[in-house]
């Protein structure tokens, strides 16, 4: 039942003079104030103390079921929280069918006479009231546990059984209208959701000419969206208007601490409010967050980041001579990071979107979701890397210094730089020996590029045999190699061996000390066939170049074996067969057999440098020495740097003196 017209002046007249006599002396009635919902609100003055308070007196039907002293109890219970933002309680009273309760009176003006004149607000003003009433902040809260205490003290035959609601209709919750008995403070959610409605819209969320329409409109129909009453107002505050008018109390906000993170964020520049007369702020939105978070555009932006970081990697490694696992260890690195870096823009994603709809996704505190945040995504991916790196310095700093097995044998003072060393003959494993002297003549090229060492060549070797009254053309076996080294006085052999294992082969090298046999280095590839086995050679060369003590970034520099001999086993192979021969003195044999692999590989060099050299020792025609030169000078660029020398020297000697 709703109170009597406050426009009929006798009525008014006969509630002053009872309101005037049931507070005595203590207090003298002036004037009625105005009507708060379904109070009246009357201005006077607290006699002892000579200052103006607020007496609000409830409907007389509010105090047929109110038990007076649970009702005194229940408002001493409210007067005790003290807050400077919320009008305390003095004191309350009964007296029959009247109910009443005392509060200071705050000079200045009210929300609803604000409203009256202004209409709709400006939305960074409405934010702010709303923040502080929510909030308790500056602006005056009144009433605050009035109508609890109502309620609490009606019994069993409380207010809400009898069908009587509590409260001013355009703020009720559809709980409130309906008199359910299990109302909560998340009416008060309600509430607060139809006042920003109203300082928004300039109207509450429903009207109807009577009372009784209004609250069945809360109980029953759904508000307009703010935004189709006011441009101005952005999508994240209307979606969290809204949902503090949800019917169910379930799906509001549950606390008023929910919404203040909420309305203040929504204050800031970047918070997505849009003042009256204004077009949408710049700043950086939710919308754009989740946008920017979407996993397409994610992976587009790792994927370019990640060419760009191996790509200096690759250069880094390279200019530095770092070993090549640090490449290796940056795509572990980054596919690693993809997995991470896509979950991390689903999880901000994901949070972007619910901000879009006014609820704030706050990082979790604990568990595994708060790593996936950008500043850690980003954190951990440069952390990681950073370890990559400090790695590597660690690595090279222990190779050059000789630490450890990764240290090289020239910093451990095992070898001496540029020292001599006499490799063996090959052991053959493959049942074809051809195949054996042609890995050896293989490594051997290949490891007189390498500045750190210097090799005994076949010349060298031969007259080394000679002193020793043994054949020139003698195999140097593993023992016999030993035997030349401590004759010349060089520390290291080199021994090797190829097998076969299945359709594939081993190559095997060990570097061996000269004094006791004592292995110092044993290395080992594999090669799937015969066309594989000269790159098998190339890289178990660089391997042992690289343990001996030469840079990797001279090694890399260096020409590929196939480039500097040729690509074709056969070809080295006959070109093997030749060195043989000449060493025997047989020089036609050694011609047939250089014109046989030159004609397999027509820009094998090596092959028409030492097929001009011989054709002109055994003393062929001068046209034919001349032809065969000049072919190995135009691809004198597939020669290491001393044939190059020899080729174009015996070039100018020759051809064009």
């Given at each position: 039942m709703l109170r009597p017209n406050t426009k009929e002046t006798p009525y008014l007249t006969e509630l002053l003079e009872r309101l005037q006599s049931v507070v005595g002396n203590t207090y003298r009635v002036e004037k009625e104030l105005g009507g708060g919902g379904m109070s009246h609100v009357f201005l006077a003055e607290e006699v002892e103390l000579a200052r103006q308070v607020v007496i609000k007196v409830l409907p007389p039907d509010m105090a047929a079921g109110v038990n007076k002293e649970r009702f005194h109890?229940?408002?001493?219970?409210?007067?005790?929280?003290?807050?400077?933002?919320?009008?305390?309680?003095?004191?309350?009273?009964?007296?029959?069918?009247?109910?009443?309760?005392?509060?200071?009176?705050?000079?200045?003006?009210?929300?609803?006479?604000?409203?009256?004149?202004?209409?709709?607000?400006?939305?960074?003003?409405?934010?702010?009231?709303?923040?502080?009433?929510?909030?308790?902040?500056?602006?005056?809260?009144?009433?605050?546990?009035?109508?609890?205490?109502?309620?609490?003290?009606?019994?069993?035959?409380?207010?809400?059984?009898?069908?009587?609601?509590?409260?001013?209709?355009?703020?009720?919750?559809?709980?409130?209208a309906a008199a359910d008995p299990h109302t909560d403070h998340r009416a008060d959610i309600y509430a607060v959701g139809a006042l920003a409605y109203e300082m928004l819209c300039g109207r509450p969320p429903f009207t109807a000419p009577t009372p009784q329409a209004v609250m069945a409109a809360h109980v029953s129909e759904t508000p307009d969206p703010m935004t189709k009453h006011r441009s101005a107002v952005s999508e994240a505050l209307n979606a969290l208007v809204m949902r503090c008018l949800e019917k169910k109390a379930a799906d509001r906000w549950q606390s008023a601490a929910e919404l203040v993170p909420q309305l203040k964020?929504?204050?800031?520049?970047?918070?997505?409010?849009?003042?009256?007369?204004?077009?949408?702020?710049?700043?950086v939105s939710a919308e754009t967050a989740a946008q920017r978070s979407h996993?397409?555009?994610?992976?587009?932006?790792?994927?370019?980041?990640?060419?760009?970081?191996?790509?200096?990697?690759?250069?880094?490694?390279?200019?530095l001579g770092l070993p090549a696992w640090v490449f290796a260890g940056a795509v572990i690195l980054?596919?690693?990071?993809?997995?991470?870096?896509?979950?991390?823009?689903?999880?901000?994603?994901?949070?972007?979107?619910?901000?879009?709809?006014?609820?704030?996704?706050?990082?979790?505190?604990?568990?595994v979701l708060r790593w996936f945040t950008w500043r850690r995504a980003l954190t951990g991916g440069g952390l990681a890397f950073a370890g990559l790196t400090a790695l590597a310095t660690v690595y090279m700093a222990m190779r050059v210094l000789g630490i450890g097995p990764v240290g090289t044998l020239v910093a451990a003072g095992v070898l001496e730089e540029r020292g001599m060393l006499v490799v063996a003959d090959f052991e053959d494993r493959t049942g074809d020996s051809s195949l054996s002297t042609s890995v050896t003549e293989a490594f051997r090229i290949d490891l007189a590029q390498s500045p750190v060492v210097k090799l005994m060549d076949a010349s060298a070797i031969s007259q080394v045999l000679q002193r020793m009254n043994r054949d020139p053309g003698t195999r140097v076996g593993v023992d016999l190699a030993r035997e030349i080294a401590e004759r010349e006085g060089v520390k290291a052999?080199?021994?090797?061996?190829?097998?076969?294992?299945?359709?594939?082969?081993?190559?095997?090298?060990?570097?061996?000390?000269?004094?006791?046999?004592?292995?110092?280095?044993?290395?080992?590839?594999?090669?799937?066939?015969?066309?594989?086995?000269?790159?098998?050679?190339?890289?178990?060369?660089?391997?042992?170049?690289?343990?001996?003590?030469?840079?990797?970034?001279?090694?890399?520099?260096?020409?590929?074996?196939?480039?500097?001999t040729t690509a074709s086993?056969?070809?080295?192979?006959?070109?093997?067969?030749?060195?043989?021969?000449?060493?025997?003195?047989?020089?036609?044999?050694?011609?047939?057999?250089?014109?046989?692999?030159?004609?397999?590989?027509?820009?094998?060099?090596?092959?028409?440098?030492?097929?001009?050299?011989?054709?002109?020792?055994?003393?062929?025609?001068?046209?034919?020495?001349?032809?065969?030169?000049?072919?190995?000078?135009q691809h004198r660029d597939r020669l290491l740097p001393l044939e190059r020398y020899l080729a174009t020297a015996y070039y100018y000697s020759e051809v064009e003196p």
């Open positions: 109890r229940e408002i001493q219970l409210a007067a005790k929280l003290q807050h400077p933002h919320v009008v305390p309680l003095l004191t309350a009273g009964a007296s029959g069918d009247l109910l009443y309760y005392v509060m200071p009176f705050i000079q200045g003006e009210s929300l609803r006479v604000k409203l009256a004149r202004e209409g709709e607000l400006p939305v960074t003003d409405a934010l702010q009231i709303l923040g502080e009433v929510v909030d308790a902040g500056h602006a005056v809260v009144t009433d605050f546990g009035v109508a609890k205490a109502v309620t609490a003290s009606s019994g069993s035959s409380s207010l809400t059984s009898l069908g009587v609601a509590l409260g001013t209709p355009a703020y009720m919750a559809p709980e409130q964020a929504m204050a800031t520049p970047t918070g997505g409010v849009t003042p009256t007369g204004t077009q949408p702020v710049t700043a996993p397409v555009r994610v992976a587009g932006l790792f994927g370019l980041a990640s060419i760009g970081a191996l790509a200096v990697v690759y250069l880094v490694m390279h200019q980054l596919a690693i990071g993809l997995p991470i870096v896509l979950l991390t823009g689903h999880h901000e994603r994901k949070r972007a979107l619910a901000r879009t709809t006014g609820i704030a996704v706050a990082t979790p505190a604990s568990g052999i080199v021994a090797g061996d190829i097998g076969t294992l299945g359709r594939s082969y081993v190559v095997s090298v060990r570097l061996l000390s000269s004094a006791d046999g004592t292995e110092l280095v044993a290395l080992r590839e594999s090669a799937e066939d015969d066309a594989a086995l000269i790159g098998a050679v190339d890289r178990l060369s660089a391997k042992l170049r690289e343990r001996i003590g030469e840079s990797l970034k001279t090694i890399r520099a260096g020409e590929p074996l196939e480039r500097v086993l056969e070809a080295l192979q006959l070109y093997s067969r030749a060195q043989q021969a000449t060493q025997q003195g047989e020089f036609d044999r050694a011609i047939r057999l250089l014109e046989d692999a030159v004609a397999l590989d027509t820009a094998f060099a090596m092959a028409y440098r030492k097929l001009g050299v011989v054709l002109g020792n055994s003393g062929a025609e001068q046209s034919r020495v001349n032809a065969t030169v000049t072919r190995a000078y």
